[in-house]
């Protein structure tokens, strides 16, 4: 996992491993997760170089002995960015005469207080108000006196920064949904705080914690395809054809794991670049056929086990019962959108 940093000082500290920096940029942390890392370390530090059986006995001595685990990412579905912009509402004061949405997130609580209030919409656009509409029920106009500027989040400040430098000059009022307490730059007025680590429903595949997670694909990437009463040939046109959900197409994931069959490795690698979606693996089901993929608990075991070869920060699956169960095999994070929640 990425470290979360917070302020401290002149600089910023991991909250995990300690490591100081000046600015919060990316980088794995270096947190110990058991005794098998604290050891690898020290022995590391002396010059002392591992041998083919040190990665497994340092696994083992991780699971014998673990640290605790870091708090998992909070998830934030598109539903409570919804409810939380009411609450951003009846914090605002009277006389906003417009609103402006810092894209492409911003545009999301921009258009609710913008449709709340009554007031014109605008984007924000090379530092310059873009109209976006009105309405029939509004009269045109841009002499403006009192005008909100919003955005979704607010993590370290840089996008509100930069809104801020656009916008020179009085009648500006910026705003934010969530805002994460370690941020130098804050608006005037927010609806809730958010720490890092966090992920946002909206936005799961444009951030750069995707880079090091591992998805499931059907209910993850792609709609469920529906298999049941269908003939093969039918089945084939299925998998052809299913609609997309959340295609990663900004950084490519660390692997994709589905457990749809080998036999429809190449039906799968065809949907995936028609789609644009971004992968380092694909990584089918192992089983013969579908009885044998149906056994109890196969899918979770298999999926756990490839949680645990891989390492990655976290795994994303569609079923919160499998879901649940991988989580419990691994003891790693399992995001489940469905469930609203990380196990």
């Known amino acids: 996992m990425d470290c979360i940093f917070l302020e401290s000082g002149d600089g910023y500290l991991c909250k995990f491993c300690g490591t100081r920096k000046a600015k919060p940029t990316r980088r794995n942390c270096s947190r110990s997760t058991g005794l098998g890392d604290t050891l690898a370390k020290v022995t ?5 170089r591992p041998c083919n059986g040190c990665r497994g006995r340092q696994e083992k ?3 014998w002995f673990q640290y605790d685990r870091p708090q998992p990412p909070q998830w934030v579905s598109t539903l409570d960015l919804v409810v939380d912009t009411y ?5 605002l004061p009277r006389g906003i005469d417009a609103v402006v949405g810092i894209p492409r997130s911003g545009m999301i609580p921009a258009s609710i207080l913008a449709t709340h209030l009554h007031v014109p919409l605008y984007s924000l656009a090379d530092g310059v108000m873009v109209h976006a509409g009105a309405g029939s029920r509004l009269p045109a106009t841009e002499n403006h006196q009192r005008v909100l500027v919003v955005d979704d989040t607010v993590m370290n400040g840089s996008q509100l920064k930069r809104a801020r430098g656009a916008l020179p000059g009085g009648g500006y009022l910026f705003a934010a949904v969530y805002v994460n307490p370690a941020s130098r730059v804050k608006p005037d007025y927010q609806a809730a705080v958010l720490e890092q680590p966090h ?3 909206w936005n799961l595949f444009n951030c750069g914690y995707i880079a090091n997670c591992a998805t499931d694909m059907d209910g993850i990437i792609c709609e469920d395809p529906r298999w049941e009463g269908l003939t093969e040939k039918q089945q084939q046109q299925e998998l052809d054809n299913v609609a997309p ?3 990663p197409r900004k950084v490519p994931v660390q692997a ?3 457990a749809r069959l080998e036999k429809h490795r190449a039906r799968t690698e065809i949907w995936l670049a028609k789609n644009g979606a971004r992968y380092d693996r694909l990584i089918m089901g ?6 044998e993929r149906s056994r109890p608990g196969a899918v979770a075991k298999w999926k756990g ?4 070869r891989l390492r990655p920060n976290f795994f994303i699956e569609s079923a919160p019962g499998l879901a649940q169960e991988i989580a419990a095999l691994t003891g790693g994070w399992v995001i489940c959108p469905a469930a609203k929640t990380v196990f």
């Open 87 to 91: 609450q951003l509402a009846a914090k």
């Open 245 to 247: 959900k959340w295609v």
């Open 286 to 291: 192992p089983w013969a056929s579908h009885a």
């Open 44 to 48: 590391k530090a002396l010059g002392i």
């Open 61 to 63: 001595l991780n699971g």
């Open 256 to 258: 994709i794991v589905t």
């Open 199 to 201: 992920l946002l429903e």
């Open 305 to 308: 086990e490839q949680f645990e």
